[in-house]
């Protein structure tokens, strides 16, 4: 996972508090996936983004989270109005290109909602 | 949805032990992935497969993409105390861009 960075490490907030979680992916990728982990469970895909796109959001939760990967920043991933149900691990990770192209992983941000 | 049975949930095995683990799916993939997490880290991608019937291996591992596209199983030979962790398949392809997980398979090992 070397190469994509995630910030913050750890972001704690109350419920109603909004979560912005960045991501800067490789160096020579474009390509941008945010995964979620429950405790005990396997990653869940949630969107997938290329630069000012999102290409495939249908992992993604219908209200309060959203995407973006602006032509110039990091990929952000925004909950608004945090729950306790929210708390997580949030992973991203980058590839080269689309489709069948290796992903790799940034060490994740641990949410926890109070 | 796509879902992905990875056996087994969790393995207690002595230093020096070969392990076994496999993940079996309802839905073709076309390329399998087996990662390594460590507590508190990203998934570390090990090894990558993308053709059916591909067996390859990376040092102590090896893995292969089964025939019907459905399955693939991890070996780890001479087990050593660095390989503790979770391990993780996953599949993409079938229409999704986003990898669909297995559950893990917790590696222990005793002295």
């Known amino acids: 996972n070397a190469g994509v960075m995630q910030n913050p490490r750890h972001l704690v907030r109350r419920r109603g508090q909004e979560a912005r979680l960045r991501c800067s992916p490789m160096?020579?990728?474009?390509?941008v996936y945010w995964y979620r982990q429950l405790p005990e469970e396997g990653l869940k895909f949630m969107v997938y983004l290329q630069k000012e796109n999102i290409i495939d959001e249908s992992g993604m939760p219908k209200e309060r989270f959203s995407a973006e990967f602006p032509k110039e920043g990091p990929s952000i991933l925004r909950i608004q109005q945090v729950v306790r149900g929210d708390s997580a691990a949030y992973f991203c990770a980058s590839s080269r290109s689309g489709y069948a192209n290796i992903q790799y992983f940034g060490a994740g941000t641990r949410l926890s909602v109070l | 949805g796509q879902q992905l049975n990875q056996s087994p949930q969790s393995m207690f095995i002595q230093e020096g032990e070969d392990v076994s683990m496999n993940c079996t799916s309802s839905?073709?993939?076309?390329?399998w992935l087996w990662y390594k997490q460590d507590p508190g880290e990203g998934p570390v991608l090990l090894i990558a497969l993308y053709k059916a019937g591909e067996l390859t291996s990376n040092g102590r591992l090896t893995a292969q993409f089964g025939i019907t596209r459905k399955d693939s199983f991890l070996n780890i030979s001479a087990s050593i105390p660095s390989d503790v962790g979770i391990y993780f398949c996953?599949?993409?392809?079938?229409?999704?861009?986003?990898?669909?997980f297995g559950k893990g398979t917790h590696l222990i090992i005793q002295p």
């Open positions: 996953a599949g993409q392809g079938g229409g999704a861009d986003g990898l669909t």
């Open positions: 160096k020579g990728h474009s390509h």
């Open positions: 839905s073709i993939f076309n390329t």
